[in-house]
């Protein structure tokens, strides 16, 4: 039977379960339609608010390299050099809301059979704040969109009722969930922080509260470097630097385990994974753990800005895969979606060596040994 790539997830069909996340790729109708006409599954909008933000001066999004020359990571081109990863301080959609309105409903006229998902992002601090959360809702609604994005993961907002710093919060998780769920008809997927100890602590919250599927990892708080010749931070704005965002191919075991964190608790739980995802071999990963669709950024932007060799990449590796494990019965996600999440067990229940005993790093029980055999 010919490999499957389609899928069903918070209730709505996918020709593939790949997706560009909410980024720089997907800040304008242009490359959204692109991203489309690539093969894209699935696109999730740069985060739209109601006001309008002005980003920093000069660059917004910088790209780390590792040498195999030197041990040193930097943002300076590099001979030699490998992606480590991305870093960026660019806040939503410098766009208003009433200038993405038309733009979405323009690209479901022309993509009706792709998912198009807003995220959308207020703060929390009062019932107006919420309001306007209820207001993004409905307005991207009734242009067409197929799901919403909650944003309560960017780590780079000042104001503490916005952004990561509600992903960090239970209480606010689920006072926000709670006033789009009231408000929505379509899916509401939470975009949550991994800068958390225990991110299914966050996720239970946001289920609690009616969440139709968990998004994870945004990136994860971070500096740039700092330049050993001139003791200057690599990326600033007149010698002044904030935090961001760390993404791309260093945060991959990391965005894993925070998956992990919240697909071992919530095994029917929905879950889009996101980090360090730039063809199959990575991709599967996450499914294997739980995730029924999966997004990419940084890979993205360094391919003409929308990805077209690497949803190509994608999507051949999935089929390749399919095919290849055709004979254990897989046409399709589901039939392997999930499998490896079992083996992710506590450390102390991982097997030691025979003629050593271990007691979980608490004193051995007290007692009487236990008799010998034979005697």
């Keep these: 039977m010919a490999a499957n790539l389609s899928t069903r997830f918070t209730g709505i069909s996918f020709e593939n379960p790949f997706l560009l996340a909410s980024a720089p790729p997907t800040e304008s109708d242009s490359n959204i339609m692109r991203a489309f006409e690539a093969g894209w599954g699935g696109v999730v909008v740069k985060t739209i608010g109601m006001h309008p933000v002005i980003n920093v001066k000069g660059p917004k999004t910088k790209f780390l390299r590792a040498s195999h020359d030197s041990a040193r990571v930097s943002m300076e ?25 038309p733009r979405l409903r323009r690209i479901k006229n022309a993509f009706p059979h792709k998912v198009l998902v807003a995220s959308i992002m ?20 009734a242009q067409g969109v197929d799901a919403l994005e909650l944003n309560l993961s960017c780590p780079h907002m000042d104001r503490v009722d916005m952004g990561s710093n509600i992903g960090k919060n239970v209480q606010l998780i689920e006072t926000v969930v709670r006033a789009v769920k ?38 994860f708080t971070s500096l740039p470097p700092i330049d050993p010749a001139t003791l200057e931070f690599e990326c600033n704005v007149e010698g002044q630097v904030s935090y961001g965002g760390l993404g791309g191919p260093a945060i991959f075991p ?18 889009s994974g996101i980090g360090g995802i730039s063809d ?33 990449a994608l999507t051949s590796g999935m089929a390749q895969f399919l095919d290849a494990h055709a004979a254990d019965g897989w046409t399709c996600l589901d039939d392997f979606r999930g499998i490896r999440r079992e083996r992710i067990v506590a450390h102390s229940d991982i097997k030691r060596p025979e003629e050593k005993e271990y007691f979980g790093g608490k004193d051995a029980p007290e007692g009487y040994a236990p008799h010998a055999a034979g005697l």
């Design 77 to 101: 081109k590099q001979p030699n050099a490998t992606l480590h990863s991305s870093w960026n301080w660019e806040l939503i959609s410098d766009k208003p809301l009433d200038w993405w309105l």
């Design 182 to 219: 009231d408000a929505a008809k379509k899916p509401v997927w939470v975009k949550l922080t991994p800068t958390t100890t225990n991110i299914a602590k966050e996720a239970e919250a946001a289920f609690r509260a009616g969440a139709d599927a968990i998004t994870s990892s945004n990136t």
């Design 122 to 141: 207020a703060g929390s601090a009062d019932e107006r704040e919420l309001s306007h959360w209820r207001e993004l809702a409905t307005s991207c609604e």
């Design 280 to 312: 199959f071999t990575q991709a599967v990963a996450y499914f294997l753990l739980g995730c029924g669709t999966v997004q990419v950024c940084t890979a993205a932007m360094l391919d003409h800005a929308i990805g077209p060799n690497v949803i190509k």
């Design 254 to 271: 990391l965005s894993l385990a925070k998956v992990a964190q919240m697909t071992t608790a919530f095994p029917t739980g929905s879950f």
